[in-house]
């Protein structure tokens, strides 16, 4: 072999990857996690299902995530959201929460992902910012269709003035495509704020997810499992972290479903290591939410290691 073009290809590929991984994943253990999630309880008897909202800009790959959780825990690709081509506008326009289901025994698993459309620009276009508010608190119902110039009002047949713990949301996430997020203007992260700050005041837990990083990193394209490696991605992790303000803590890349027919393992795993921790965080959130009982009662030392952890996600 030529000794310099060994050299200058392997120093080549070495320069865009650090020698080690710097968060670990469980990549040949995809089994075992998909079960560990079919068997979560949820820790409040109040709530059924971990109800987790979805927002981001229009094409960041929501609609892809939803299905590729859903694929995922079917063992085969279905389409349950509808994902967009490249050159078509928001088709989302209602609030759908998607339960998912175990794709042998059929049952609802303890947790829904919930879809809405995107923020669109313009005054007549997207989401009116108090439904969004509204969709945290539990206030619309799955399968209002959203009116973007006026909120839904309280004498709306699909508004619920009373919400149960069970139709809130509790946990935020906000996907950012890590492909364009250099090109992002400022206004959509200022948008994407607002929502994160609201879902702050009310203690709901936010976490955002990079999607597409296998279009921001050529090593990731060719090799999923460098994800952790690549310089490439921890600099739009960070870059997410700054403009959104969310820690790198909470900050998930993965590669969503999107032109596959078959499943693939490392896919899958980092796609359900994504999942695990938001759910943690959500499950977390409503446990939190119990009442008061002498057993339920966290101990203060309980607190203090979770404001260590999660410093901006705890009151
Ligand atoms: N390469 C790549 N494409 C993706 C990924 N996620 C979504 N897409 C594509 O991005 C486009 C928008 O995705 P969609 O899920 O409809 O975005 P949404 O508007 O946020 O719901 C679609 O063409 C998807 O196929 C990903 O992780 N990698
Ligand atoms: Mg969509």
Known sequence: MDKKSW??????????????????????EEDKIRKDLKEMKVRNPEVQHLRILVHGPVGAGKSSFINSIDSIFQERMTS????QTATERSCTKIFKVHGIRDGKTR???????????GLEKGPTEGLHPDDLIKIL??????GHKFNPVSSCSETEENFVSRPTLSEEIHCLLSVIPADVIGLMK??????????????????????AMLTKVELACPEVLK??????KSKKIKEKMQEC???LGVPMNCIFPVKNYHEEIDLNTDVNALLLSALTRILDFANDYVEDKKPPAPANRKSSSDEQHKSRLYPDLTH
Do not use: H
Not at 137 to 142: A, E, H, P, S
Not at 223 to 228: C, G, H, T
């Open 80 to 83: 349950k959201a509808i994902a």
């Open 7 to 28: 050299f200058g290809k392997s120093n080549k590929s070495a320069s865009a990857l650090l020698e080690n991984d710097w968060r670990s994943i469980k990549w040949g």
């Open 223 to 228: 090799d999923l499992k460098v994800v952790y």
């Open 186 to 207: 400022d206004e959509d992260f200022t948008k994407m704020r607002q929502i994160k700050d609201q879902a702050n005041d009310m203690g709901i837990p936010q976490l």
């Open 137 to 142: 608190k539990g206030q619309i119902k799955d």
């Open 241 to 243: 972290s700054n403009s």
């Open 107 to 117: 049952e609802f698993l303890p947790f829904s992902l919930c879809d809405i459309m």
